[in-house]
């Protein structure tokens, strides 16, 4: 329970980062609301990549926006990694490989992901 209140706090995606994050130990992901079929996360990066050939290729779509910072996007059947700044989106389709390449050294990389298409019977709506 005390995790859902700490949830709720949260009402401003660019503060109240986790000790990690502050000190970039590694990549942070954050649920900030779930729904059947619906996921909701911010995502903090501080120089953070895929490893080497290491491709995510999740059952369920995923539209992602980056609010801070910047990253390198690659998707397998894309030959020029996309470069993404603050307000760019992308919709990943479901079962679409795709691996992060860097996100900023400098800056910490603030992501909001959506996750769609998600069953999850456990879920109280």
């Known amino acids: 329970m005390e995790m859902e209140v700490e949830r709720l706090m949260l009402?401003?995606?660019?503060?109240?980062?986790?000790?990690?994050?502050?000190k970039a130990e590694h990549e942070i992901f954050e649920e900030l609301l779930r729904r059947p079929k619906l996921r909701i996360e911010r995502i903090?990066?501080?120089?953070?990549a895929s490893p080497p050939g290491f491709w995510y290729c999740e059952p369920h779509g995923e539209w992602v926006v980056l609010?801070?910072?910047?990253?390198?996007?690659?998707?397998e059947h894309e030959q020029a990694e996309r470069v993404l700044r603050p307000g760019d989106f992308v919709d990943i389709p479901a079962h679409c490989r795709h691996?992060?390449?860097?996100?900023d050294c400098d800056t910490t990389t603030v992501w909001l992901a959506v996750h769609y298409g998600e069953i999850d019977e456990n879920v109280a709506t």
Do not use: K
């Not at 903090?44 to 953070?48: A, C, E, H, N, R």
């Not at 609010?67 to 998707?75: C, N, P």
């Not at 691996?99 to 996100?103: F, L, P």
């Open 44 to 48: 903090i990066s501080s120089g953070q």
């Open 11 to 22: 009402t401003n995606l660019f503060t109240q980062y986790p000790s990690a994050a502050n």
């Open 99 to 103: 691996r992060v390449e860097w996100t």
């Open 67 to 75: 609010l801070q910072g910047s990253a390198g996007l690659s998707f």
